[in-house]
């Protein structure tokens, strides 16, 4: 199978190369916003025909770079250029790894091209997901799931007929502010939430995961992933994060999916469904485990995840509103524009003054793009941000 990889540079772009190598899978294209050294380094070892970075600055640099170390691939620049690379025709597959709502167009190419899509980036599904979904089916690809709770579920999904199913649940380590009050939250710094106690990921979601808006945008990304209400998932805090999610059936039977917190082990899942592969990776040890823990979420002090079940019941574009507040809420606090509690309070704003006008209208591309704009714009303007 060959593979085009859009957000190659960052965390699960980079993890999803080492599995491509592992598995002997070809990568024909890759796409960056603008770390040109590690592209550089990757097109030296994979040797992709096709390149895109959207800085176009950047990938005038890249040329230049390619140039004198006389290696030949095409390099495309700006967002048309990851479009481009999202429809390249010798590929299979896409795994989508880029973050945030940017990632929408290159997706929808892919879907179009009939990629089968590996998808990481779950600020599109909160956003966009009937939409992706809904093209998805027309054209016969499917979505596979990167992030570790729903590569579980959707593991566990495996031992029952969705028919028998009662609810699923997720699990969330609780970020580093675990067990801290509302007072102590009012505190903490960017380097303290950039400290994240079991996973190493890029910036954003490290920050997601801190204010639990992660497990919140989750909550969605499953209920569009799996079709299941907002009542249907539970999320539980399991602080070692090695039961990634479990499923509760008819019966009440649960089954749970484990495994080491590698990100290679969801994305190579992905990747060779429905089979597995033998994977290099050191694999679970129980007897070196510490014991499995879980205990409720503490929602009076993270209002996260009831910000993203309200977005999920109201439906239409609220999700999308959800979305794109914590997007700039997230560049506000590591720009250090806003305070921590400030993430959620901008969130809970937007998203009380958002108005769902037709249930449906989460289905139209243009109208997606103008909410997201909107809010963008509102966020900024309630911050009093200037660009
Ligand atoms: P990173 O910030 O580490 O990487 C983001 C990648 O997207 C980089 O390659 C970046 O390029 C690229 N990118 C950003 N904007 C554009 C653009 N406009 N055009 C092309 N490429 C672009 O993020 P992560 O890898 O941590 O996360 C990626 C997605 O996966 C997110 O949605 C996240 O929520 C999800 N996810 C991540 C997990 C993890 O363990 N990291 C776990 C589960 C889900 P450049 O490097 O040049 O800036
Ligand atoms: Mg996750």
Request: glycine share 6%; charged share 20%; net charge neutral.
């Amino acid at each position: 199978m060959q593979i085009s990889i859009l957000g190659c540079t960052g965390s699960i772009g980079t993890q999803t190369v080492d599995v491509c190598q592992q598995l002997g899978l070809t990568v024909t294209s890759l796409a960056c916003h603008s770390q040109i050294d590690r592209l550089f380094e990757q097109i030296k070892l994979l040797k992709p025909g096709m390149v895109a970075v959207s800085q176009p600055q950047q990938a005038m640099r890249l040329r230049q770079r390619l140039e004198t170390a006389g290696l030949d691939c095409r390099v495309l620049a700006g967002d048309e250029g990851v479009e481009t690379v999202a429809r390249d025709a010798r590929a299979q597959m896409t795994v989508q790894a880029m973050v945030g709502m940017s990632g929408i167009k290159p997706v929808l190419a892919a879907i179009d091209s009939g990629h089968q899509i590996a998808l990481a980036n779950k600020e599109v599904l909160v956003a966009a997901g009937r939409l992706v979904l809904a093209r998805a089916r027309r054209q016969g690809v499917q979505i596979l799931p990167v992030d570790s709770e729903h590569s579980a579920i959707w593991q566990c999904l495996r031992s029952g007929h969705r028919s028998e199913l009662r609810r699923i649940i997720i699990t969330a380590s609780g970020g580093p502010f675990r067990g801290y009050t509302p007072a102590r939250l009012q505190q903490v710094t960017l380097a303290q939430a950039l400290q994240h106690p079991t996973w190493k990921m890029g910036g954003k979601i490290t920050v997601d995961s801190a204010t639990l808006m992660n497990k919140g945008l989750e909550v969605i990304e499953a209920a569009r992933l799996f079709e299941v209400t907002a009542e249907q998932i539970a999320v539980v805090v399991h602080p070692q994060s090695i039961v990634h999610s479990l499923v509760e059936w008819q019966d009440g039977s649960v089954i749970a999916q484990l495994g080491t917190t590698d990100m290679r082990l969801p994305i190579q899942y992905a990747l060779t469904y429905p089979d597995r592969q033998p994977s290099h990776r050191p694999a679970l040890d129980l007897t070196q485990t510490a014991a499995l823990s879980f205990e409720p979420v503490d929602t009076e002090t993270f209002p996260a995840l009831d910000l993203a079940r309200e977005a999920l019941r109201r439906g239409g574009l609220a999700p999308a509103v959800f979305n794109a507040a914590n997007e700039v809420a997230v560049q506000a606090f590591m720009a250090g524009r806003l305070d921590f509690p400030g993430i959620s309070r901008l969130v809970g704003r937007l998203l009380s003054e958002y108005r769902v006008l037709s249930p449906d209208e989460d289905l139209d591309l243009k109208r997606i793009l103008d909410t997201d704009h909107h809010i963008r714009q509102q966020a900024k303007e309630l911050l009093e941000w200037k660009d």
